[in-house]
């Protein structure tokens, strides 16, 4: 019901920042509570950042917190992951993520993680070098 597309990946150096853009389509993304997950080559998809429908609420992985902020417009069916300080562990490609949140609450997002997102975006690489 609802198409992801994410933006603003690319090759930095450490210490630089990206901001990683979620545009969704087909649905309001107001419907529903976001997640960023990331995956490196031979490792498991892990989720880096979650936020709540009305971004009231916010969960970030121990690895990130600190230097990663997620955000949403939801006015403007976005949402954004600021990355600041990155280092070589944050190469992967990124994936922004949907789940349906209308029957929970605006202050709700997945707690399972991986399995409770129905909608996914194809991803996009971010490359940190030392």
């Known amino acids: 019901q609802v198409q992801l597309v994410e933006s603003g990946g690319g090759l930095v150096q450490a210490g630089d920042s990206l901001r990683l853009s979620c545009a969704a389509s087909?649905?309001?993304?107001?419907?529903?509570?976001m997640g960023w997950f990331r995956q490196a080559p031979g490792k498991e998809r892990e989720r880096v950042s979650a936020?709540?429908?009305?971004?009231?609420?916010?969960y970030y992985a121990d690895s990130v917190k600190g230097r990663f902020t997620i955000s949403r417009d939801n006015a403007a069916n976005t949402v954004y992951l600021q990355m600041n300080n990155l280092n070589t562990d944050d190469t992967a490609v990124y994936y922004c993520?949907?789940?349906?949140?209308?029957?929970?609450?605006?202050?709700?997002?997945?707690?399972?993680?991986?399995?409770?997102?129905?909608?996914w975006g194809q991803g996009t690489q971010v490359t940190v070098s030392s």
């Open positions: 993520a949907a789940a349906y949140a209308e029957p929970y609450g605006s202050n709700w997002y997945p707690r399972r993680t991986l399995d409770e997102y129905e909608y």
């Open positions: 087909g649905r309001p993304l107001s419907w529903y509570a």
């Open positions: 936020v709540s429908s009305r971004g009231i609420d916010t």
